[in-house]
């Protein structure tokens, strides 16, 4: 049975990288009806953020990327927070000194910034490892004595590699890694407060929660052999490891990070987030109109393609055709037109019936009021053009409003001496149609500007400045029927008035 989880530390609002690492575990565990689960990872509890579990919870039920156990559901190997399982790790600290795969140390960090001060004066780097750690304050350095005096005050647990040890990652993505154990520092396990490290309480918990698979950024590789190592020490068999490509900025120079989004205008969180010291609000896709169906289709394909050039999936299809095998080694470059382009095309999907409840509150605020049957018509004339759901009021507002303003460069372009004339017959063309015909319509106006020899692109441009105010929005006629033969009377009258 296969068993993922995510694993988050709670220290901010959650990363879309960090989504699509959920996302690729999801999709796993689904296609091998596997279970997910998401584990809150708080033992350091200085970087504690108060809020960020709620967001990432709530980040995933707006996504619709369910658990199967985790912090907000419960299941059979509860707690799933680090921080409600703390008494459980010292154990594991106590059995990998106690077998010789750690020791006890007691620099003091006052101490440990002399040695790398002395280092850098040499142009070395320090660092606590087999070379040495035995010229430092430890278990392995101090007499039995001198160590059961120590223990009463502080002390970290290390690792200890062993010497002269290659150690083999075996990566799903990226085949195997191998790493001198000499070039690998004695990374803190277990500290003398009570509380495990990452690494400690991440392997821990991994195994006793059966987990099968580690899917995790790539940003965690480098702490893989420890984590390998740690299996071997304690005698488990250790899960399959699949680091994923990093997420990179639009221009593949360097991970993408919040900044990034802030300069190029798109979001980096799924939901808005408020900092609780600062204040400062980071924006969210959701916020930004952005629909969960098309965050998690662009998500999928940063890092994957099913194998061939597919673009739009369902999260069932997804599911269907996942595979690890397909996930890219290099990095995969955040790109904002191809966001916006999957979020129109999940946009185009929804019914117009769906969008015009939601524009309809947009309508209400601005204090319109008028009958969903019409608001349903005006999203299906403009929807096609449409990236997000506020777009829909700056594309339709004169169906609804009188302009105030003419397109300066329209007017100049397009607006001649005799044009207040013919479109005062225009508008009487379209008066006498009763009840107004559309097609009938059409056809008079057609004529008319035939019989007159007037230019078409001219008069037509003009008809639409006076109703819409610009040369934008959808086909004239239909715009025409909306308003009412009244209403375009009006705003042809208004428009010769204020152009003139
Ligand atoms: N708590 C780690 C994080 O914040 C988890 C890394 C892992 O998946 O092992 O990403």
Redesign the pocket.
Known sequence: MVRV?????P?GPLHIG?VR?CLYNYLFAKKLGGKLLLRI?DTDQTRFVPGAEEYIVESFKWLGITFDEGVHVGGPFAPYKQSERMAMYKEYADYLIENGWAYYAFDTPEELEVKRKEAESEKRTFQYDINTRNSLCNSLTLTAEEVQERLKGHFVVRFKYPENLEITVHDLIRGEVKISSHLLDDKVLFKSDGLPT?HLA?VVDDHTMEITH?I??EE?LP?APLHVMLYQAFGWDAPQFAHLPLLLKPDGNGKLSKRDGDRLGFPVFPLQWTDPKTGEISSGYRESGYLPEAVINMLALLGWNPGNDQEMMSIDQLIQLFSLEKVSKSGAKFDLDKARWFNHQYLQMKSNAELAEQFNHQLIEKGIQISLDKVEKVVGLVKERVHFIQELWTQSSFFFLQPDTYNPDVIKKRWKEDTPQHLNTISEILMSSQPFDKAKAHDDVMAYIQENQINMGQIMNCLRLSLVGDSKGPDLFEIIDFLGTEEVGKRIAKAIQEIA
């Open positions: 989880r995510f694993a988050p530390s220290t960090g690492t990872e990452y991440n580690v995790r950024g965690w702490s």
